[in-house]
């Protein structure tokens, strides 16, 4: 069983991606924008967005066929950047994480990256297509992102489950990679005291 936390910009679709792969219907904290809201949640290139989430959603994804069986526990993360104190709360325990990018409003994806890396929990980078929207190649989304060349960085759509299962799986094996090279850097003798 393994814990994944997803999050991304206000609106770069989590909730999607976590009901459109769970297995069990999921828990969503959906509640719609009001008028206080106006001054604070930009709806600029997603204006048609009525709802938002307000504490987490919950899914479920079990891979039998994987090459080791996985049970997936899928957090996805309130999007704006009030919500980050929660994200400490949703992060803990978990493998890694999936930070879904929209290229309309690429700025809203430097939080959760910046948050990520600063725990220090691997994660990928998933651009969303949505309709409509300019496609970028993924490198130039690691670029326009300031991404080392160890973070994944692929495209999917948020919509179909095909896509949000394999990029959970790219980051269970980027975390279990990660978890190995992390380990044999702890376990390398000094050569200083080879030396010696």
């Known amino acids: ?32 924008l009001t008028e206080a809201s106006v001054d604070v949640d930009s709806l600029a290139g997603i204006e048609a967005k009525q709802t938002t989430t307000v504490a987490f959603d919950f899914g479920r994804l079990s891979l039998p066929d994987a090459p080791t069986p996985l049970e997936l526990f899928l957090f996805g993360t309130p999007g704006q950047d009030r919500f980050v104190d929660l994200w400490y709360d949703l992060s803990r325990g978990a493998v890694g994480a999936v930070v879904l990018v929209d290229t309309r409003r690429l700025e809203s994806s430097f939080t959760p990256v910046s948050f990520f890396e600063d725990i220090g929990l691997p994660f ?42 394999g990029v959970l799986l790219t980051l269970v094996d980027h975390a279990v990679n990660n978890a190995t090279t992390t380990s044999r850097a702890r376990h390398t003798p000094s050569t200083t005291l080879q030396d010696a």
């Open 1 to 32: 069983m393994l814990k994944i936390v997803i999050a991304g910009g206000f609106g770069a679709g989590k909730t999607t991606a976590v009901g459109a792969v769970s297995e069990i219907t999921p828990l969503s904290t959906e509640e719609y």
């Open 124 to 165: 990928v980078v998933a651009v969303n297509q949505f309709d409509g929207a300019h496609l970028y190649h993924p490198e130039q989304v690691r670029t326009a992102l300031e991404l080392p060349a160890t973070v994944p960085v692929v495209t999917c759509d948020a919509r179909d489950p095909n896509h949000v299962a």
